[in-house]
């Protein structure tokens, strides 16, 4: 998402390079491997891809499917209600994880300049030093960049690396 929001911007780029420690999710052999679960995409969701423009809204809603009432079956005898359908509010679309996510890298593949944007797979970031301003990898390169974001979830080396730094 950020990336497609970076190279929509007016910032001058002259490389993006993506950083992914898991498989390409568009690979058929790792399906179901890790990013399995399917997502309710509800109004956050949303509105944080049509802040991009509504194009890859609608790319990543074919992608899903639209539901109105949602319960959570606990039991065969006990479930809650947890949406139903109501006058003017936009369904959710359920998607799975991976599709979001291929869905999200075909627009972006489509839309960027391959020459600027680079996606590496099955590359995780070992280590982020912000004085020096590189990063390392797995395979023990170091890089230079010039601005970092961290984008890697709950366990963030970024974030680690940040409060960490005087
Ligand atoms: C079972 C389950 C069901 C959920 N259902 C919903 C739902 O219905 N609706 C909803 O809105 N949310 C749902 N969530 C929450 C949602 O999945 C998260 O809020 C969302 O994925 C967070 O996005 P993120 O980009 O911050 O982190 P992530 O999705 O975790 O993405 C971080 C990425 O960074 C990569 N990464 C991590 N460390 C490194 C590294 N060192 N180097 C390189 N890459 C790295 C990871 O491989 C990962 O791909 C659910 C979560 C779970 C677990």
């Given at each position: 998402?950020?990336?497609?929001?970076?190279?929509?911007?007016?910032?001058?780029?002259?490389?993006?390079?993506?950083?992914?420690?898991?498989?390409?999710?568009?690979?058929?052999?790792?399906?179901?491997?890790?990013?399995?679960?399917a997502l309710g995409l509800g109004i956050r969701g949303r509105t944080a891809i049509q802040t991009v423009d509504?194009?890859?809204?609608?790319?990543?809603?074919?992608r899903g499917y639209e539901c109105e009432r949602f319960k959570l079956h606990l039991t065969p005898?006990?479930?809650?209600?947890?949406?139903?359908?109501?006058?003017?509010v936009q369904p959710s679309v359920l998607i799975y994880q991976s599709d979001l996510c291929g869905q999200l890298l075909d627009e972006l593949e489509k839309r960027a300049d391959a020459n600027v944007v680079n996606i590496n797979f099955d590359s995780p970031i070992t280590e982020l030093d912000l004085?020096?301003?590189?990063?390392?990898?797995s395979n023990g390169t170091q890089q230079q960049y010039d601005l970092i974001i961290g984008c890697d979830g709950a366990n963030s080396?970024?974030?680690?690396?940040?409060?960490?730094s005087p």
């Open positions: 998402m950020l990336a497609h929001k970076l190279i929509e911007s007016q910032l001058p780029i002259n490389k993006l390079d993506i950083y992914e420690s898991r498989s390409d999710p568009r690979d058929e052999q790792n399906l179901g491997a890790s990013r399995a679960y509504n194009e890859l809204w609608n790319s990543v809603k074919k005898k006990i479930n809650i209600k947890l949406r139903d359908k109501e006058e003017g004085d020096e301003s590189t990063i390392s990898k080396i970024v974030r680690k690396s940040s409060s960490e």
